[in-house]
């Protein structure tokens, strides 16, 4: 035995004991050898796949309805202010807000101090005219009296006597006395209209309600001075009827020539969410909101034209209230059964690999007003189905009416149930 041998022997006995390294292990190596085959076979089969991940959508088969969408403001029926013809001191205030009227009842009272004195001093104006009436007739009695006597007298005498300008003079007091009359009478007339325009005055310090229905607002308070020289004041608002109210929209002037009277419609509340109440289409105005603009305020910047849509609500929950902010949808036109695609389709472009990355792709965004107006109805648009073999097939189509989401389509190759591509996804690695 050489020295060189029982070195060894000696190594392999001192290391007899200790664990062996871990790239000495034979399953090691195997398990890596595995992975690595793996690896490789996943690199050849599927490396070369580097398709698009298109997004797509199903060709329905239904009825678009079709709808133009506005906001505005409930209120009643008939709304009515009620105001003061004279001024004063308001002494009582007998209603108040939410309260209900009914037509002639008193909702408050004005002073009458001024009034009362107005109605003594026609009085005694209207009786001093009368008396003056009396005057005159007395003196016109006089004068005729007078003026017959010197006609008696002049027929007896042969004409005479008395002269011709002493009859004169009493016919001209004869006729002077009727003039006093009548202006006696005419101050009678007049003192009389006096009187009665204090005394409508003194009524008219009554405040009464010309309809019945509900106080919607009260702007007045006792103690209160209200001055109706210049214009009348509103004292309170009344709404005749809130069973049957009023929602006034503004239709844009693109979509005021969809919506017709008698179209039905349902608008949203916010203090009612997720409920939805009917209501029809009343008449809709001619004239814009900015007929009345002068051209200065229209150069201002105020150059959106809109036009005022009635609709009639039912109200006989009471839920709805005067002044509530409705959006409302009024259904304008129905396509019955068709075949409708997603308006992403119809802008879906496969040239446009620089949107290949977008996760969001060209899905049902629909169509912006400019593409909306190049298409429009009756244009030969393009949307393309993903085949088989992940290649894209054309197909074209005509478009019909659109909602802004999905557009109406006829042609001979597309079907109900395909699927159409509407945007590209991430690309699968």
Do not use: C
Not at 20 to 49: N, T
Not at 253 to 266: C, I, L
Not at 322 to 329: D, I, R
């Amino acid at each position: 035995m050489t020295d060189t041998t029982t070195e060894q022997d000696i190594g392999e006995y001192l290391d007899s004991g200790k664990p062996r390294k871990w790239y000495k292990r034979r399953w090691v190596w195997v398990v890596g050898v595995v992975i690595l085959l793996l690896i490789a076979a996943q690199v050849v089969m599927g490396g070369g796949d580097n398709r698009p991940n298109y997004i797509t959508a199903p060709v329905e088969e239904r009825s678009l309805d079709l709808s133009v969408v506005a906001t505005g403001n409930l209120r009643p029926t008939n709304q009515v202010e009620v105001g003061s013809e004279v001024s004063g001191r308001i002494d009582d205030v007998l209603v108040d807000v939410n309260d209900q009227v009914t037509r002639g009842q008193v909702l408050a009272r004005i002073n009458t101090d001024v009034i009362e004195d107005q109605i003594t001093q026609g009085r005694a104006n209207l009786n001093a005219a009368r008396a003056s009436v009396n005057q005159a007739l007395a003196t016109l009695e006089a004068d005729t009296a007078q003026l017959e006597r010197l006609r008696e007298v002049f027929r007896l005498s042969d004409g005479r006597v008395p002269s011709q300008s002493e009859i004169d003079q009493a016919e001209a007091a004869v006729r002077r006395g009727q003039a006093a009359v009548a202006s006696a009478r005419a101050n009678v007339s007049s003192a009389q209209a006096q009187l009665a325009t204090a005394q409508t005055n003194r009524d008219r310090a009554v405040i009464r309600s010309p309809v019945s229905g509900v106080v919607l607002a009260r702007q007045v308070e006792p103690g209160q001075t209200v001055a109706a020289s210049f214009n009348t004041p509103t004292l309170f608002v009344l709404a005749e009827d809130l069973v049957t109210m009023q929602l006034r929209v503004s239709i844009d002037e693109a979509d005021v020539g969809q919506v017709e009277p008698g179209q039905e419609a349902g608008f949203t509340v916010d203090a009612y969410p997720g409920r939805r109440f009917p209501a029809t289409v009343e008449r809709v105005d001619l004239a814009s909101n900015n007929i009345a603009l002068t051209g200065q305020q229209q150069q201002s910047g105020q150059q959106v034209v809109s036009y005022e849509a009635r609709l009639i609500v039912s109200n006989e929950e009471g839920l709805l209230r005067p002044g509530m902010t409705a959006t409302a949808t009024i259904s304008t036109q129905s396509t019955g059964v068709s075949m409708l695609v997603p308006n992403g389709a119809l802008r879906f472009d496969p040239g446009e690999e620089e949107e290949a990355d977008s996760i969001f792709g060209n899905q049902e965004f629909g169509l912006d007003q400019e593409e909306q107006a190049s298409i429009g109805v009756g244009s030969r648009q393009t949307v393309h189905v993903v085949e088989e073999d992940g290649e894209l097939r054309s197909i074209e189509v005509v478009t019909g009416r659109t909602d802004g989401r999905l557009t109406v389509v006829t042609s001979d190759e597309l079907e109900p149930g395909m699927e159409v591509v509407t945007g590209v996804g991430a690309t699968e690695e």
